[in-house]
């Protein structure tokens, strides 16, 4: 098994493993809480220090499962992420990145998940309705306080962080350090204006969606019927997998094949090494739904690609 890599967050000082654990569309729902609870001591095992959710995964219930499935081993050993933003009850306030929503749901988090502190809370998106340096403040507040460790967003623009970064300078506030974009071969929106805006002023990507839902593990070919029991045929999550499944990106796959096979790794083992080439990745996030698939998705790091393989890789992507 390959040996597990760390790298740091963005400009600070924390170590994250290269691969990362999320419960998005797994823990607290659709997976039994004991595999959920089995994939994260796997996970552990094989030196996964990193591991994320959000207060709107089932309203709180990944948040209690990870908590759980991390309460036997030290503290200190483990990075916890989490985030707000969502809808989290009916009223007018309970929702959105203001300083009472924040406040409110970063208290609410801490005991879901039973800790004293949480290693990265993340606002889950742009907030259009309060002021930016609100936000900043009331995050900035909870960092002095030591609920946070540290600040990060998810699918902020390049503009928007860049605009946080200006307010945290001005007012002296705690800068975010990381962003969590989507981002795989079949989707690389972030390499315009958010890795370079990323790479210059230290923001991270915590890229989360690696294997396009499925859609780059190969298990999809062109001209086949739906595998059963896959993503793709829930219809919770069909219509996510559904804009990856195009004829076009199965093709892709399908030579994608012939790399991977000369690495005598599987397409999705060559998909996270692909988005691992990239220095300002700090790490990806994986989703697992049984122990097996974590062991196949950690052994991306033993892949080195050369640059040789990012050139084939690149003109069978841009291929139509």
């Not at 606002?123 to 002021?131: A, G, L, M, S, V």
């Not at 991270?204 to 070919?221: D, E, N």
Request: charged fraction near 25%; proline fraction near 4%; hydrophobic fraction near 40%.
């Amino acid at each position: 098994m390959a040996e597990m890599k760390y790298r740091n967050l963005g400009r600070s000082g924390l170590k994250v493993s290269e691969i990362a654990l999320g419960s998005w569309l797994t823990y607290g729902g659709s997976v039994e809480d004991q595999t959920a609870i089995s994939c994260v001591d796997r996970a552990y095992e094989l030196g996964i220090n990193f591991f994320d959710t959000a207060n709107v995964y089932r309203r709180g219930e990944a948040e209690k499962v990870v908590g759980q499935a991390l309460a036997k081993y030290p503290r200190e050993s483990f990075v916890l992420a989490t985030k707000g933003f969502g809808q989290m009850g009916e009223g007018p306030n309970d929702r959105g990145l203001s300083r009472k929503h924040i406040f409110e749901q970063v208290h609410a988090s801490l005991k879901r998940m039973n800790v004293d502190y949480i290693d990265l809370w993340q606002c889950h998106r742009y907030d259009p309705e309060t002021p930016l340096d609100e936000t900043l403040r009331a995050i900035d507040d909870l960092v002095s306080q030591g609920k946070i460790l540290y600040a990060g967003v998810s699918e902020w623009t390049a503009l928007q962080m860049q605009e946080a970064l200006h307010l945290a300078d001005k007012y002296l506030l705690d800068r975010i350090v990381s962003n969590q974009p989507v981002y795989n071969m079949l989707n690389r929106y972030i390499e315009q204006d958010v890795i370079p805006l990323g790479l210059r002023e230290g923001i991270g990507q915590v890229v989360f969606s690696p294997l396009a839902q499925g859609v780059l593990t190969g298990k999809y070919k062109p001209g086949q019927a739906l595998p059963e029991g896959s993503r793709a045929t829930d219809p919770s999550t069909a219509q996510m997998v559904e804009r990856f499944l195009t004829e076009s990106n199965l093709r892709k796959v399908e030579r994608l094949g012939a790399v991977a096979e000369r690495h005598e790794a599987s397409v999705a083992q060559l998909a996270l090494a692909w988005i691992l080439r990239q220095p300002n990745v700090s790490s990806a996030i994986i989703g697992a739904s049984r122990p097996q698939q974590i062991d196949e998705n950690v052994g991306a790091l033993r892949i080195t690609l050369s640059e040789s393989d990012i050139a084939e890789i690149e003109a069978i992507l841009s291929a139509e």
